[in-house]
């Protein structure tokens, strides 16, 4: 899964161009993804824990200059034009600068077609190919970051400054974005994405231009009845797409990968991955309405997961190019007890030795030597062999005994941890032997998770 894979009628179309273009053909793909759900985000949502969230994919395509960045965008649109109509034409903007002007351009725009035959929208892709000097603006108005991170919610919008106050429902306004390495740790502040504003936008780092014999050439037209049939399906009436049965076990799969890598990483590059479940559900989505689907399938999870887990990856990138450019700002390391503590809260407030030590780095002696570590022996019936469980002091009277659901999380647990499917894991540590110190493998050699990076 370390290739993203391009799915469906989107994807195809990606592929057959992409032999004509110098560029990354996984920059037209995001940016085709990210037009597609601006297009079909004013009917379309996604059932998320009971509730309708919106479908909006927000993009930053990284790379230097003349790497492609403006050439993917092109051939996005070319890909995305003969299925959405004049959408593209109509409904694209750029330069919003303030919280104020973006309320008020999805304001005008509500106001406009209120009276028209198909009634309000207010549907919205703002394109950003110069996104450095919309963020050098942006810092001097402190609302633009709150307002941001409604219109990527779907919450109401709204602007009380105006004698004529603003107000719009359920926006659907999706931001694609071009921005160099250095600019986004330059730019995209570690505050602001750690307040929600800037961990809301999937980043992708793009690969070499390949250079053409002839750039004569000119891009091949696309098949686009498949996806013009599935615009038509997507906008016809309000439509919730929700997971299918067969794609519930990859689901918890992917919960637990982004819990568990967040766990684990320093908070500056956790940060911005911290939606990670939901935008795997939010690219899902648009792939099942690209196939006039209202259920998820695992395939399409799964194609969902490989290109979100590559944006995860190159976020996780970004961030070190930042850090070696600011080494004043370098954080330090979790400490023992924090690694400890994460351990100990993802099993639920128990967790026996081999669930902790071989993720953390240090031996049993060194674990019980922590003063907020309660440390208990437990044998399983009379000739059971006796397991060494940690515990948080003060927790003792929440967890008397394991609970009825533990065995469940530690299946869970195992399925997760493993991730067959995606990369060989490291064998569990057995248990320490009575009166032998067992020394553990470095976090980073043992987290499976971590490892996938």
Request: net charge positive; with cysteine.
């Amino acid at each position: 899964m370390n290739t993203p894979v391009l799915y469906g009628p989107i994807g195809r179309a990606v592929r057959k161009i992409s032999p004509f273009l110098e560029a990354d053909a996984l920059g037209v793909y995001v940016a085709a993804l990210s037009m597609w759900s601006a297009a079909i985000g004013g009917t379309v949502k996604v059932s998320s824990r009971g509730s309708a969230r919106p479908v909006l994919l927000w993009s930053a395509l990284v790379a230097g200059t003349g790497r492609g960045k403006g050439t993917a965008l092109r051939a996005a649109q070319h890909v995305a034009n003969p299925a959405l109509g004049r959408f593209l034409a109509t409904h694209t903007t750029s330069g919003i600068t303030s919280g104020a002007s973006m309320v008020n351009h999805l304001w005008e725009q509500q106001e406009a077609t209120a009276e028209t035959e198909h009634g309000r929208d207010v549907r919205t892709l703002v394109v950003e190919e110069e996104w450095t000097e919309v963020l050098k603006r942006v810092k001097r108005d402190p609302s633009f970051t709150t307002k941001l991170r409604a219109a990527w919610d779907g919450t109401t919008l709204r602007n009380t400054t105006k004698e004529e106050a603003q107000e719009v429902r359920d926006p659907a306004m999706v931001l694609h974005s071009h921005i160099t390495p250095s600019d986004w740790a330059k730019y995209v502040g570690e505050s602001e994405a750690a307040g929600g504003s800037y961990n809301r936008i999937l980043p992708f780092l793009l690969g070499s231009v390949p250079m053409l014999d002839d750039d004569r050439v000119t891009l091949p037209q696309v098949e686009g009845h498949a996806l013009t049939d599935a615009y038509g399906w997507a906008t016809s009436r309000p439509r919730v797409i929700a997971l299918g049965e067969d794609a519930r076990p990859l689901w918890r799969i992917i919960r637990r990968y982004a819990r568990i890598l967040g766990e684990t990483l320093p908070e500056a590059q956790a940060v911005f991955i911290e939606r990670t479940a939901e935008q795997t559900l939010r690219v899902a989505a648009c792939l099942a309405a690209s196939e006039c689907s209202e259920r998820i399938t695992e395939e399409m999870l799964s194609a969902a997961f490989t290109l979100v887990r590559r944006s995860v990856q190159d976020a996780v990138s970004i961030t070190g190019m930042g850090d070696r450019l600011s080494p004043i700002r370098k954080r330090q390391p979790l400490s023992l007890a924090d690694k400890v503590r994460a351990r100990i809260e993802m099993h639920g407030g128990r967790a026996s030795s081999s669930q902790v030590l071989p993720y953390v780095g240090a031996t049993a002696a060194e674990v019980k030597a922590l003063p907020e570590i309660a440390v208990t022996v437990e044998r399983e019936g009379k000739a059971g062999r006796p397991k060494t469980v940690f515990a948080l002091r003060g927790d003792s009277s929440r967890h008397p005994e394991p609970q009825p659901a533990s065995a469940e999380r530690e299946e869970n647990r195992a399925t997760v941890v493993r991730m067959d499917a995606y990369r060989p894991a490291p064998k569990q540590a057995p248990e320490p032997k009575q009166g032998t110190v067992n020394r553990s493998e470095p976090l980073g050699a043992s987290n499976p998770f971590l490892a996938l990076l």
